[in-house]
């Protein structure tokens, strides 16, 4: 007897569906899978075998060959277990097939019959729901994930025992003994716990408002990391579409905590230097997300910057310019977004104390002009904030008061962000300044006399090249737009000549 059980797999983070065939046959007995080639589904053969007799049902002493359909597509993982058990189930008349027609299963088994959480389900759910299924059947662990988009009926089981139980009407396992809504809360950070360092935040406010990329100068124990992690925190909140997004990057990279949600923070990823291309690119035999894409969304913190290996530095070329990447294998090329606020670190010179009034550098200068060589053009061309961060003094430290500062700050964000919608609303893409063709820029930002005059001089006196200069139009203009200004002024353009980063590149 023929049964079909439909099952859902992901390449990159686009879901698909697929088609569980199960025929069992007179004969000698086999279990035969065709139309994948993963060694984890077959694999999964014991693992259904076993599961399928603990939880107390008949392993069919038969030929049986399970076909995944389509045949093309790569299907890994163990994620077949389940819809593989029911077919098997269906086919040999201990369960109903009626129900299984329009569901979508997914889910591994243990050998107990329990089941396991697999990644990937919040795309699979988004393909099911496009597909036209009603409900999507999957571990208890993963119920959180498959409720994100609230029209699917969900329905958790904990094991092959209960799954069969939902076919014939019974009620779905509910997910009280694992949590359903996100878990952890990690500690909410606020800026005001940065002490001082005025001029530092003020450049965080205006990348966060211009969507700038923001690279910080300054010894170590400045306070660049303490900084950068609370970017997010002047964000604006995640809309749901950024958040169904972010939240299937982390679920095919098996990032989600069993029972947890749609994301509700934005994402604040800090790779390691260290860290390899496809670590940080994505990539692998099945193309998994990188730390681009877990940053999207939310902001990637790069510590160090000139430590990282040069030619991961310039593979954030496509991300920082398209927001995505691509991933190319033999078989397909997938696609995955990768659109992050970037905010990166680096000390002055190797030893980290040029230009500290209380310790002394060490290096010399042709090893501070290597170090700073090792960042690209083409990379820092792309960051239109450059701050020094100086060590704060012992009065920093202990001034200021303890009033949250974040929201505030957020607040002033989502206003001047609100200008740039005006300004660039009618462009169909979302643009802010940081990103917005040069030609769009040129047209619709056009600083007044004095202002243009004053950039112009700059131009002369600092030898700033024109993508220099683009530079610092934009920031210019998030700068007039935090301020509530329609036309970008002088002291807009004065301000931003501020964050050149003290000409640390020597190219701009
Ligand atoms: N402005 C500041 N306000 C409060 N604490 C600070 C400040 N700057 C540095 N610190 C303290 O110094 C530590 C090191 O700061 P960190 O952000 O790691 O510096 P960096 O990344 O520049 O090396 C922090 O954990 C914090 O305790
Ligand atoms: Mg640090
Ligand atoms: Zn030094």
């Known amino acids: 007897m023929l049964s079909i059980v439909l099952s859902g797999g992901v390449t990159g983070i686009e879901g698909y569906m697929v088609r569980v065939e199960t025929d069992v046959t007179r004969g000698l007995p086999a279990f035969v899978t065709v139309g994948l080639g993963d060694s984890a589904v077959r694999e999964g053969r014991d693992r259904v075998a076993s599961a399928i007799r603990n939880a107390g049902f008949r392993f069919p002493m038969d030929r049986i060959t399970v076909n995944l359909a389509p045949a093309g597509v790569r299907k890994e993982g163990a994620r077949f277990d389940l819809p593989i058990a029911l077919g098997l189930l269906a086919a040999t008349g201990q369960i109903d097939p009626g129900p299984l027609e329009r569901m979508v299963v997914v889910g591994e088994l243990a050998l107990d019959g329990s089941t396991r959480p697999v990644g990937g389900v919040l795309p699979v759910a988004l393909t099911a729901e496009r597909e036209g299924v009603s409900a999507i059947m999957v571990p208890t662990g993963n119920a959180g994930e498959a409720s994100a988009l609230g029209s699917l009926r969900v329905l958790p089981v904990a094991g092959l025992g209960s799954a069969a139980r939902v076919l014939s009407g019974g009620e779905p396992d509910s997910c009280s003994s694992v949590p359903c809504a996100a878990v952890s809360d990690v500690a909410r950070y606020d800026l005001s716990e940065v002490k001082g360092q005025r001029f530092a935040k003020r450049a965080l406010e205006i990348a966060a408002a211009g969507n700038h990329n923001l690279l910080m100068i300054g010894p170590p124990g400045a306070g660049k990391t303490m900084l950068a992690r609370r970017l997010p925190t002047i964000l604006p909140p995640l809309t749901r579409g950024e958040s169904v997004i972010a939240t299937a990057i982390h679920s095919v990279s098996g990032l989600l905590s069993p029972g947890s949600g749609l994301l509700e923070r934005r994402p604040f990823r800090a790779p390691h230097h260290a860290i390899s291309g496809p670590g940080m690119i994505g990539g692998g035999r099945v193309p998994q997300p990188g730390e681009v894409s877990l940053a999207h969304a939310g902001v990637l913190f790069l510590d160090e910057l000139p430590e990282f290996r040069r030619d991961v530095l310039e593979a954030l070329r496509q991300p920082l310019e398209d927001g995505y990447v691509t991933i190319a294998r033999s078989m397909m090329t997938v696609r995955i977004p990768a659109s992050f606020a970037l905010i990166a670190s680096m000390n002055p010179c190797p030893c980290g104390h040029l230009g500290d009034p209380t310790r002394k550098c060490l290096c010399t200068p042709a090893a501070v002009r290597r170090y700073r060589l090792k ?17 704060p003094g012992f009065k920093e430290l202990r001034g200021g008061g303890d009033e949250p500062e974040s929201e505030a700050v957020r607040r002033r964000v989502e206003a001047a962000r609100e200008m740039q919608r005006d300004r660039y609303g009618d462009l169909g893409d979302v643009w802010w300044n940081a990103g917005v063709p ?19 001089a700059a131009m002369d006196r600092l030898g700033l090249s024109v993508r220099a ?14 301020a509530g200004d329609e036309t970008t002024l002088a002291p807009h353009v004065l301000e931003a000549l501020q964050y050149r980063g003290c000409g640390q590149d020597g190219r701009s």
């Open 375 to 391: 960042l690209s053009g083409p990379l820092l061309d792309r960051i239109d904030i450059r701050v020094p961060v100086a060590a």
């Open 438 to 456: 040069v030609r769009i820029l040129v047209e619709r930002v056009r600083p007044a006399r004095e202002a243009t005059e004053i950039a112009g």
């Open 469 to 482: 200069y683009h530079r610092l139009l934009r920031v210019a203009r998030t700068i007039a737009d935090l």
